[in-house]
């Protein structure tokens, strides 16, 4: 079904006699970002049940499946659609921007459900350390994102993240100038046809216009850093979640992409704008050898 048509239907139930009105939204999850997948983001945001059930549960004795239906049915389909759609494995990973074991190596630790408008804060700011945020603006339907990361260690790991909705603009730009004041460092945003947001703000954000070269450059950057294995992050559901199923159309085709996802980039293009610290001993050789790895990180970025 059409997102757009789903949002659409979803407001038809109503209540009658005293009776509430109920939704209840039934499929198997077989494409990777479809609405399904939405479907079940927003669930997990606004704490709906998730209940999961298969053939299992309706084959004899105790139902009414017969064992030779099953294998009836099974000769009847290819292996791939068996596994997706009735064995309710994970979506097939065609199409997908990153390999899903990069994704995995990427996102560490147990699960975190981050609620809309918190702030989540993985470490504290530490001084003397160097820091990269990127934002992703959406005032109405979509979400604005906001990513910080410390960008002197490697990898390079996320520190901070909050996401917000239907929020005016002078709100969200407040929210991204917070972070940036707490974690100082170069921050970058998507400009695309927002106007001059950067009026509101009390930090230098750098504009960046998702269009043509610059939008195909910002996230191909940002796949060779996660394929390069240069960042981690706590696994934050929907931060994992929009790495793990965004497609390639979603980034270079007619598909849009994750606001956490454009955020994340945004902020790999500002920690490759960040100034590079030297640390190493005060000696010829220390220092001959720090100098050493800061060129070879200035070559991988390139």
């Known amino acids: 079904m059409d997102w757009d048509l789903y949002k659409a239907v979803s407001l038809q139930p109503m209540g009658r006699h005293g009776v509430p009105s109920h939704i209840v939204i039934s499929s198997t999850h077989h494409k990777p970002n479809g609405t399904m997948t939405k479907v079940l983001a927003e669930a997990r945001d606004k704490g709906w049940p998730i209940h999961r ?104 790991r996320v520190v901070a993240y909050r996401y917000l909705r239907r929020r005016p603009y002078p709100d969200l730009v407040r929210a991204v100038d917070e972070r940036v004041l707490r974690y100082p460092g170069p921050c970058s945003h998507d400009y695309t046809g927002i106007g001059h947001v950067g009026d509101f703000s009390k930090v230098n954000l750098d504009d960046v216009t998702m269009s043509g070269r610059v939008r195909s450059d910002l996230f191909r950057d940002y796949i060779l850093a ?45 920690a490759g704008v960040a100034p590079l610290r030297i640390v190493g001993s005060a000696t010829a050789s220390g220092a001959g050898r720090s100098m050493s790895n800061v060129v070879q990180f200035m070559r991988r970025r390139a």
């Open 53 to 156: 059930w298969g053939y299992e549960e309706t084959l004899e004795p105790h139902g009414w499946l017969t064992q030779v239906e099953l294998v009836r049915k099974r000769s009847q389909v290819t292996a791939e659609a068996w596994r997706i759609e009735v064995e309710m494995e994970e979506p097939s990973a065609e199409g997908r921007a990153i390999m899903t074991n990069l994704v995995e190596a990427m996102f560490v630790g147990p699960e975190v459900v981050v609620v809309e408008g918190d702030e989540y804060e993985i470490d504290a700011p530490v001084e003397g350390a160097q820091y990269a945020t990127g934002a992703d603006w959406g005032k109405d339907a979509a979400y604005t994102s906001i990513c910080t990361w410390r960008t002197d260690v490697r990898p390079m």
């Open 226 to 270: 996660v394929e390069r294995k240069e960042i981690v992050s706590p696994k934050i559901r929907r931060l994992y979640e929009c790495h793990k199923y965004v497609t390639s159309n979603d980034l270079y085709g007619s598909g849009h992409p994750p606001d956490d996802f454009v955020a994340m980039a945004m902020a790999n293009r500002a």
